[in-house]
Structures are given as structure tokens and as C-alpha cells.
């Protein structure tokens, strides 16, 4: 019963340090997104995927990268941290079929010194 | 998420009956979802409604929708203290390469005794 797992689920880091945020869903679902979520902004689409091995910029995209290798897994990396990327990642998944409702992780709460 | 409007606080007293409002501007929504989210945690649907609908009823929840006025809104009924959250509203939004989720800034609801 585990749907969107993420991990971390917290981690602080330097400036100018990379690390990659793992997402990972079990119910076989075609679309991944990762958001970031600051107070008083709601939730901001990152990257999305559509499917294994594709990926599209969201709202927010700049110094990040994704992967979608394996169906089940969507990677969200920082190549270069900075503070202004202090946030709460969220990362979602949904089926296929229009409209469904996206099922959420619980967040990995990143800090940038 | 600036498309999609909410106020950013509400406080009700416990038992007393909510409502939380939001307002969207694009008229080919066809999904239109609640989301909660208590401290901690990630998003959990609450409840959705198609754009055809004008009211959806489940248990304490009622979602009604003026599909004229662009207006969304969430009722909840006899109010508990576990109803503390945020609150976000969303709509589904097709774009050429996939439909979007799009959130609100949320609303965060508390309860004073």
C-alpha cells in the first residue's frame, strides 16, 4: 500500500552542491510530476513525464534536471544547489486516462546553506 | 498557480460549517478537484467534480460549482478540529502534450473551539 514514496525526506545542503530526489510509484501509474511548494505560492510544476523515457519543462524548471528511465521511478537532480531552491518537493503520479487525480508523495524538505 | 485564486486564511468555529471559495479562469476545465493537506504531509484528494455538475455531496463535504462565474467552492459540515489543513483547489487543463493540474495558492483553515 505504498502509492508515491519519496526519499529523501530531508536533507540540507551547500551551496553549489548537487543531489538527486527520488520518486518512486507502485500503482503502474503514466504521468509523474515534481512541484516545489513555498509559502504563499501553492504548488509549481517543475518537470513532468508522460511516460518511461520522456520528460517536459513545467513552470519552474530552471537548475533542475529529471530522468524517467524506469516507468515506476522519476529522478528530480540539482546539478548546482542554491538557496533559492530551498523548498518542499512534492513529487505525483496519475494514470493515464484524462482527468484522473494525481496521488502525492510526502514531500522531501530541502535546505540550501 | 496564479490562475487559480483562493484567500489564504480562513478560521471557523468548531461545529460551525465552512466554506472555502475559489475562483478559475479557464472555461474548457473539465475537472475541477479539492485537495487537503495537513502539516507534515503531502496532498490528499478530497473530492472532484466534473464541469457538467453544479453540486457534489460526499458525507461532510459538498462541492458546488458555477461553471458561469468561474466559481468553485468546498462546504464542510460540522467542522472538527482534525479539519485543520490547507486547502487547495485545482483544475485540469489540457495543453498539446498532456493535461495539467493547476493549483491554487491554498487555504489554510483553522479552528478556534
Known amino acids: 500500500n505504498a502509492g508515491v514514496t519519496q526519499t529523501p525526506k530531508f536533507r540540507v545542503l551547500k551551496t553549489g552542491q548537487s543531489m538527486t530526489l527520488l520518486c518512486a510509484q507502485d500503482?503502474?501509474?503514466?504521468?509523474m510530476y515534481w512541484y516545489r511548494q513555498d509559502p504563499g505560492m501553492g504548488l509549481r510544476l517543475i518537470h513532468y513525464?508522460?511516460?518511461?523515457?520522456?520528460?517536459a519543462k513545467g513552470e519552474v524548471p530552471d537548475g533542475y534536471n529529471v530522468s524517467r528511465l524506469k516507468k515506476q521511478n522519476f529522478l528530480l537532480g540539482l546539478e548546482s544547489a542554491a538557496p533559492s531552491q530551498t523548498s518542499v518537493y512534492f513529487c505525483?503520479?496519475?494514470?493515464?486516462?484524462?482527468?484522473?487525480?494525481?496521488?502525492f508523495g510526502d514531500g522531501t524538505r530541502l535546505s540550501i546553506l | 498557480g496564479e490562475d487559480v485564486e483562493q484567500s489564504l486564511f480562513l478560521s471557523v468555529r468548531e461545529g460551525d460549517s465552512s466554506v472555502i471559495n475559489c475562483t478559475y479562469t479557464?472555461?474548457?476545465?473539465?475537472?475541477l478537484y479539492w485537495y487537503k493537506q495537513e502539516p507534515g504531509a503531502g496532498l490528499q484528494l478530497l473530492t472532484y467534480?466534473?464541469?457538467?455538475?453544479d453540486m457534489k455531496q460526499d458525507q461532510r463535504l459538498t462541492v458546488l460549482l458555477n461553471k458561469k462565474d468561474k466559481h468553485l467552492s468546498l462546504r464542510i459540515a460540522d467542522t472538527q478540529t482534525g479539519d485543520s489543513a490547507i486547502y487547495f483547489c485545482?483544475?485540469?487543463?489540457?495543453?498539446?502534450?498532456?493535461?495539467?493540474?493547476?493549483f491554487g495558492s491554498g487555504t489554510r483553515l483553522s479552528i478556534r473551539p
Open positions: 467534480i466534473f464541469s457538467n455538475m
Open positions: 479557464d472555461s474548457s476545465s473539465t475537472y
Open positions: 505525483a503520479s496519475r494514470d493515464g486516462q484524462d482527468n484522473q487525480p494525481q496521488h
Open positions: 500503482m503502474n501509474h503514466e504521468y
Open positions: 513525464s508522460v511516460g518511461e523515457g520522456t520528460t
Open positions: 485545482a483544475e485540469s487543463r489540457f495543453s498539446s502534450s498532456a493535461s495539467k493540474i493547476i
